[in-house]
Nanobody, 120 residues
Framework: QVQLVESGGGLVQAGGSLRLSCAAF????????MGWFRQAPGKEREFVAA????????YYADSLKGRFTISRDNDKNTVYLQMSSQTPEDTAVYYC?????????????WGQGTQVTVSS
């Protein structure tokens, strides 16, 4: 388990960019698989991206691949989500999650969520 604190959300114009950060508090951060999810009002939470502990492998929702990039800095215990060419459809609460087993199948810890609003 790990405590997660997200930041970087806010208001952005269509076509703009934002970078979300998720700071993790706990040992062995590099062993955690990390993921980003989002949920818009009235919709189910959906997978956005995930990254292995080493940072060597990444995974994306097909619809977002090419616009969103997940990365991590294990020296800073932080995972990032770079979002580019944003549209109003990207408006949602974004959550980061940690899988302490490093498998990407057991996201046991979740951040509080950060609001991203994209205006047209």
């Amino acid at each position: 388990q790990v405590q997660l604190v997200e930041s970087g959300g806010g208001l952005v114009q269509a076509g703009g960019s934002l970078r979300l950060s998720c700071a993790a508090f706990g040992r062995t951060f590099s062993s955690y698989a990390m993921g980003w999810f989002r949920q818009a009002p009235g919709k189910e939470r959906e997978f956005v991206a995930a990254i292995r502990g080493s940072g060597g492998k990444t995974y994306y929702a097909d619809s977002l691949k090419g616009r969103f990039t997940i990365s991590r800095d294990n020296d800073k215990n932080t995972v990032y989500l770079q979002m580019s060419s944003q549209t109003p459809e990207d408006t949602a609460v974004y959550y980061c999650a940690a899988d302490p087993l490093g498998l990407g199948s057991t996201f046991a810890s979740w951040g509080q969520g950060t609001q991203v609003t994209v205006s047209s």
